[in-house]
Antibody, heavy 116, light 107 residues
Framework: DVQLVESGGGLVQPGGSLRLSCAAS????????MNWVRQVPGKGLVWVSRINSDVSSTNYADSVKGRFTISRDNAKNTLYLQMNSLTAEDTAVYYCSRGQGAFDIWGQGTMVTVSS | DIQMTQSPSSLSASVGDRVTITCQAS??????LNWYQQKPGKAPKLLIY???NLETGVPPRFSGSGSGTDFTFTISSLQPEDIATYYCQHYDHPPFTFGGGTKVDIK
């Protein structure tokens, strides 16, 4: 089965850091662009970041630029999101998703809570 | 950044009704527009890509149309399992903004 599984979420203090992981299986991970999308519980979807298949191109939402870093290890079939200088506004469910424009496969999400 | 204005924010319809949701982009995005369905506690699911193309496995009662700045998503005959929130999303260039969502429930 084609699958994405996120991990690494949890409770972190304001100003802290967290690294999310997204393990891919069932498809040729190295061939696909990948994304992170977040959602505050009860609110809408917000695109966060994108990385191309060979790691030569990345894009970020203005709200996370300079604080978050997207990366991937194609040998490990894993996508990452390093999140630094976290604030309460970063509290959300974080989803990884596959695709350059249309996001056709999504993980189940991992909750990140930024609170003291 | 491109803004996506989706309407209505919620609607209530009867089983079998035709349901229509609109999405307006703040600038021309050609056909670079997707529609997603999200059920409570679940990840979004891609239904329509490139404005009018049905994703594999999605029932044909779902359809999309439009280009430029104005887009429409239609459920031709609402079914109980269609209760969800629907989002449009552009992918003309980053950032890939989503619309605010339309919550659909049964009357």
């Amino acid at each position: 089965d084609v699958q994405l599984v996120e991990s690494g979420g949890g409770l972190v203090q304001p100003g802290g850091s967290l690294r999310l992981s997204c393990a891919a299986s069932g498809f040729t991970f190295s061939s696909y662009w990948m994304n992170w999308v977040r959602q505050v519980p009860g609110k809408g979807l917000v695109w966060v970041s994108r990385i191309n298949s060979d790691v030569s191109s990345t894009n970020y939402a203005d709200s996370v630029k300079g604080r978050f870093t997207i990366s991937r290890d194609n040998a490990k079939n894993t996508l990452y999101l390093q999140m630094n200088s976290l604030t309460a506004e970063d509290t959300a469910v974080y989803y990884c998703s596959r695709g350059q424009g249309a996001f056709d496969i999504w993980g189940q999400g991992t909750m990140v809570t930024v609170s003291s | 950044d491109i803004q996506m204005t989706q309407s209505p924010s919620s609607l209530s319809a009867s089983v079998g009704d035709r349901v229509t949701i609109t999405c307006q982009a703040s600038q021309d995005i050609s056909i670079y527009l997707n529609w997603y369905q999200q059920k409570p506690g679940k990840a979004p699911k891609l239904l329509i890509y490139a404005a009018a193309n049905l994703e594999t496995g999605v029932p044909p009662r779902f359809s999309g149309s439009g280009s430029g700045t104005d887009f429409t998503f239609t459920i031709s005959s609402l079914q109980p399992e269609d209760i969800a929130t629907y989002y449009c999303q552009h992918y003309d260039h980053p950032p890939f903004t989503f619309g605010g969502g339309t919550k659909v429930d049964i009357k």
